[in-house]
């Protein structure tokens, strides 16, 4: 099974986002990275980087120009758009979302029709902000090159809402459209899974532990219905408003996976938590999105956990990618930005080499800050860390987000970063 890694170099203008062609203290991002049949694409914001322009005020047009940076990323992998299989939305204002979505059908009808016919699996999610005041949003997605390749064939999962198939022209263009899951392969991707009733379409409670066994019945479902099940979830998102609702959900789930899977209770799956300003709708709790596999034996695509703490995996290994937990530096032990940083990335790298991988095979990454201000001193931090224990991704930096967030779910915490590697 081929799991070569691809970098794709990314520029804006035609300097180079990598060092030494910008400084230290400066975004360095590929415009994506290949791993196999897989392609993973850096968040695409509102502004052309190939344009001194400033990101237009309009969310359409910033979603257009966010759209055609992605689609221009897979073209150069040697993909198409149709070939994507997960978006991930990162928006600034639910005021914008309707016009968000509409603009991102219309251009999904133009410039690739399958995605119109068979939604990716999805998330969105509203942060407080972005890289730049003026964004309005940051679109990333995953792909295939070749939904026929062997060993990668692509499958479509859809999902329904009050017996309405969640696509176009099923639901209006500005409505949420998305599949269950899609898998690629033994890969295994369910969207993000709110606590709605899909027959009445309406949250029936407001209570978090509620919504919280709601949401981990959807992901058992998704998983099932592809031929996993909860014990080969490989990776979890938890998007939550607040940290008494985290807690309250990692309460849930621990007792969920222990009486529906004695085996993800033991081994429970690598995870990222992200505290964020507003879900999709107001009354939305908690949100979920999972990786996992079809089969953790599956020949060159096996499964392999290394534990961490009770609530969730150091890492977890499923073919060559490897998936990590969130990592902050809370436990610095000092309010400085750059010792966190330094303290988040030595979990990283621990992590990594524990699952016989390395810093400098890090394809995919997610850095939240808490406070805009000390933007310029973790890039520092960043930079001086990977100087010394992984040269190479400032020369080869990977596809990367980055986004503002109210809080770190870690107490004090003001960095945390979210890594996807190979082996």
């Known amino acids: ?26 975004p360095r991002f590929a415009k994506c990275m290949v791993v196999g049949n897989l392609v993973f694409v850096s968040g695409c914001t509102g502004r052309d980087p190939a344009s001194d322009a400033p990101a237009p005020e309009s969310a359409a047009e910033q979603v257009n120009i966010a759209l055609d940076l992605a689609r221009g990323a897979l073209e150069t992998a040697g993909a198409t758009m149709g070939n994507i299989i997960k978006t991930y939305f990162l928006i600034t204002s639910l005021d914008d979302y309707g016009e968000i ?47 026929e390749a062997p060993d990668w064939t692509v499958t479509y999962y859809p999902e329904y809402w009050a017996g309405k198939e969640l696509a176009f022209p099923h639901v209006p263009r500005e409505h949420a459209k998305f599949a269950r899951t899609q898998v690629a392969g033994n890969l295994v991707i369910v969207s993000g899974c709110q606590a709605l009733d899909h027959d009445s379409v309406k949250i029936e409670t407001d209570d978090i532990a509620e919504q919280s066994e709601l949401v981990l019945e959807k992901i058992r479902i998704g998983m099932e219905e592809t031929g996993g099940d909860l014990s080969s979830v490989a990776k979890t998102n938890v998007f939550v408003k607040d940290a008494e609702a985290l807690e309250i959900y990692r309460q849930v789930e621990r007792a969920y996976f222990e009486k529906h899977s004695p085996e993800a209770f033991a081994r429970p799956p690598a995870s990222t938590a992200f505290i964020v300003a507003e879900l999709p709708r107001p009354e939305f709790l908690i949100e979920v999105e999972a990786f996992g596999v079809i089969d953790k034996n ?7 956990h290394r534990s961490g703490t009770e609530i969730a995996a150091t890492s977890v290994t499923a073919g060559h990618l490897v998936f990590l ?28 080499e524990g699952a016989d991988s390395a810093m400098d095979k890090i394809v995919k990454l997610e850095v939240m800050l808490k406070a805009g201000e000390d933007y310029r001193a973790a890039r520092d931090a960043e930079f001086d860390f990977y100087q010394t224990h992984a040269p190479r991704l400032l020369s080869h930096p990977p596809a990367s987000m980055f986004t503002h967030l109210p809080m770190i779910n870690a107490a004090g915490a003001r960095y945390q970063i979210d890594v996807t590697a190979t082996l």
């Open 1 to 26: 099974m081929d799991w070569q890694v691809t970098h794709h170099v990314n520029y804006w203008g035609e300097t180079k986002l990598a060092y030494p062609d910008v400084p230290k203290e400066h």
């Open 101 to 147: 979505r509409k603009t991102e059908t219309e251009y999904y009808e133009a410039h690739a029709p399958m995605l119109v016919e068979q939604p990716p699996a999805a998330t969105l999610m509203v942060v407080p902000g972005l890289a730049r005041p003026e964004f309005k949003l940051e679109y990333e997605v995953i792909a295939v090159i070749d939904r």
């Open 298 to 304: 599956a020949p060159d695509f096996a499964y392999t």
């Open 325 to 352: 937990s969130g990592c902050d530096g809370a436990d610095a032990g000092t309010d400085d930005i750059g010792a966190e940083v330094t303290a988040a990335l030595e979990k990283v790298r621990t992590a990594l």
